[in-house]
């Protein structure tokens, strides 16, 4: 890397041509300059150029599984081989249906519309100064993620739709798996007319290429860390580059005094047991203590039908009685697996507590039948995403109609919650006049 990073790269260095991209080996800085020349084609390309980019990557991923399968079972051989965790095996894990749904979300981003040049607010002065706050890309997006695939495609498209480039550090456990996605991505985009350097891997220099990428401050605008509570954590402490926070998932939902028994039920069984390994996925249980004993045994037991391991505080034990002692850092673990911690609580007073203590800020819910307890739930739950009624599986990018999704943030600057197309977009404020001068 150079020694002066805030420099900016020249716009004429490199050569957005495909011949170069696949076969000239490069250093990591010429691939930062690269990604910035091909951010100035991107940040001026039509909708009608973008959107053809995003149908042949979506046909690149419907045709490519011969090709990435092969390399996406090596990667899961290797896994099993290096003890990689059951959730993370299966983040990583592509078949034919999960291709199919990546191509499927592809094609929901065309339909999307572009946030590029959209108008934020606008105003004429009394001067006759014309004023607009319109959307414009970021430029370069950095990511740096582990063990999930998907994500080399969702942010790819969404960047490419909202103007970006991106450099993607994604990981030794799905190097084989990216590289192959990323060269489908790059001859895609060439098929299209757009710069293949749009799309970059930094996998190739290991964690010495992911330190400096968080250090590529004046060659990166931004920095999207996916992954662990401890990835995550080293990018936001380590990088000069703007991080974009997107947390860990500790998510509870807590049954309310006179919750539908039913409701209950279905609401955390498929919060935990639809798809344990991602980050909206339910890791710990509250209940009322005035409705435990009928809400936990049908419930609990429900879990145990399904292979979750129950993580249970003494008042819970005494009334469900198949589960393991919940300790302290039980209640502070994101699972990511069939482990599910419960909590007996006197209240939503005691609820919201909890929750403060031990939340990441990620997704909580209530299953209750009173107006008044739900809503002061939604005030009150600091959280990216607050719900009544409804599984915590349903924060999600694709489920809130984005297409996909880069993350989901848990700060509170700039984006929180699923970050969709506007998300990956700044704006800057136009001025149009006829001459007029300050006085």
């Known amino acids: 890397m150079s020694p002066h990073p805030r420099r900016r790269p020249s716009s004429a260095q490199y050569s957005c041509d495909m011949p170069d991209t696949l076969t000239t080996a490069r250093s990591l800085e010429e691939k930062l300059v690269a990604a910035r020349t091909a951010s100035r084609v991107l940040a001026t390309a039509s909708t009608a150029e973008k959107d053809a980019g995003l149908l042949a990557i979506a046909r690149a991923v419907e045709d490519g599984a011969a090709r990435i399968l092969p390399a996406n079972e090596l990667d899961l051989a290797n896994g099993r081989d290096n003890g990689l965790s059951a959730g993370l095996q299966d983040r990583l894990r592509l078949d034919d249906s999960r291709l199919a749904a990546l191509a499927t979300a592809v094609r929901d981003i065309v339909a999307l519309p572009d946030p590029v040049g959209g108008v934020v607010r606008g105003s ?207 209640f502070a673990t994101e699972h990511m697996s069939l482990d599910l911690s419960v909590a007996v609580v006197d209240g939503l007073d005691q609820a919201l507590e909890h929750i403060r203590r031990f939340s990441t800020h990620h997704t909580e819910s209530i299953v209750t039948n009173d107006i008044a307890r739900a809503e002061r739930f939604l005030a009150e739950v600091d959280s990216a995403v607050v719900m009544v009624n409804a599984s915590t599986r349903f924060t999600d990018g694709g489920e809130f109609g984005f297409g996909a999704e880069v993350g989901i943030s848990t700060q509170k600057l700039h984006a929180r919650g699923p970050m969709g197309l506007p998300e990956l977009t700044s704006t800057k404020w136009i001025v149009r006049g006829a001459g007029q001068v300050r006085g």
């Open 124 to 330: 004429s002065l009394a001067n006759g100064l014309k004023l607009s706050q319109v959307r414009v890309p970021f430029g370069v997006i950095g990511a740096i993620y582990e063990a999930r695939p998907n994500v080399t495609i969702d942010i790819a498209a969404l960047a490419l739709k909202s103007g970006n480039a991106v450099v993607l550090r994604g990981g030794s456990a799905a190097e084989n798996t990216n590289r192959v996605l990323v060269e489908l991505l790059q001859e895609a985009l060439a098929d299209a007319g757009l710069p293949a350097d749009a799309v970059q891997t930094i996998d190739e220099f290991g964690r010495d290429g992911a330190t400096e990428l968080m250090q590529a401050r004046g060659f990166v605008d931004v920095l999207i860390p996916r992954g662990s509570a401890q990835l995550i954590d080293t990018v936001v402490r380590e990088s000069t580059v703007p991080v974009i926070e997107t947390g860990a998932g500790i998510v509870h939902m807590f049954l309310d005094h006179g919750a539908d028994e039913r409701m209950a039920l279905e609401l955390a069984v498929n919060a935990k047991v639809h798809r344990p390994s991602v980050c909206n996925a339910l890791e710990t249980l509250l209940v009322d203590a005035r409705d435990a004993e009928r809400l936990l045994p049908p419930v609990l037991a429900a879990m145990r039908e399904h292979g979750v391991t129950i993580h249970a505080d003494e008042r819970a034990r005494a009334i469900f009685a198949d589960a393991l002692p919940a300790t302290e850092e039980d």
